[in-house]
């Protein structure tokens, strides 16, 4: 595709229950990025991949957040047991290789947990 | 630990006018600085790229600079439109870190 699709654009759960954000990267990118996005606030990292090769989990809040890329291309950010704390838009980048590139961002998912 | 800030949080101006975003930050061992575009609902959109071997970059009617040791970069936009309203991102690049993001300003222009 022409750029970075996250999908589903909105989603809103129960707290408790669990979700799962997609993201479809530029075709050929090699490096793709999560990050949140609380209101008001700039983006903070969450995880970064290499390939399928998950290089940087630090910005991970808990152990309820897990990230996959298995073949390289499209990720998935899971959110267990989600709590309201967890309402933000999860936004999605990728670049060709690396942060000494410029990220291209998708639109983001924006998680309500009520 | 890096921190980025960004002053003004807010700026709202009349069209025409010429304006400076401004971004500091704490660690000057960067790589590089990128300065994005949000509009609401939307993701980012990546503005200029300054390498930390350069002193600025300009597209059209954005030019933004680096000055690496003191930890300051601005975002000049000369003739500001309605159209450029929308908040402005400052992201510093360290190397062995992931990108660390500002607040942002938002900005309004005034037709």
């Known amino acids: 595709g022409a750029g970075v699709s996250q999908s589903p654009r909105y989603k809103v759960a129960k707290r408790g229950q669990d979700v799962a954000l997609r993201c479809d990267p530029i075709s050929g990118h090699v490096s793709l990025f999560w990050y949140q996005q609380a209101l008001g606030q700039g983006p903070e990292f969450l995880t970064y991949f290499q390939n399928e090769a998950q290089l940087d989990k630090s910005g991970l809040p808990s152990d309820r957040f897990f990230a996959e890329r298995p073949e390289g291309s499209v990720s998935t950010l899971k959110i267990q047991r989600t709590q309201q704390e967890d309402s933000a838009v999860y936004l999605c980048?990728?670049?060709?290789?690396?942060?000494?590139?410029?990220?291209?961002f998708g639109d983001g998912t924006r998680l309500s947990i009520l | 630990k890096q921190e980025v800030t960004q002053i003004p949080a807010a700026l709202s101006v009349p069209e025409g006018e010429n304006l400076v975003l401004n971004c500091s930050f704490t660690d000057s061992a960067i790589y590089n600085l990128q300065w994005f575009r949000q509009d609401p609902g939307k993701g980012l959109t990546s503005l200029l790229l300054i390498q930390s071997s350069q002193r600025e970059q300009t597209s059209g009617r954005l030019n933004a600079s680096l000055d690496k040791s003191s930890g300051r970069s601005t975002l000049y936009i000369a003739a500001s439109q309605p159209g450029d309203s929308a908040t402005y991102l400052c992201a510093v690049y360290s190397g062995n870190t992931p990108l660390v993001f500002g607040k942002g300003t938002r900005l309004s222009v005034i037709a």
């Open positions: 980048a990728s670049s060709l290789l690396g942060s000494n590139q410029p990220q291209h």
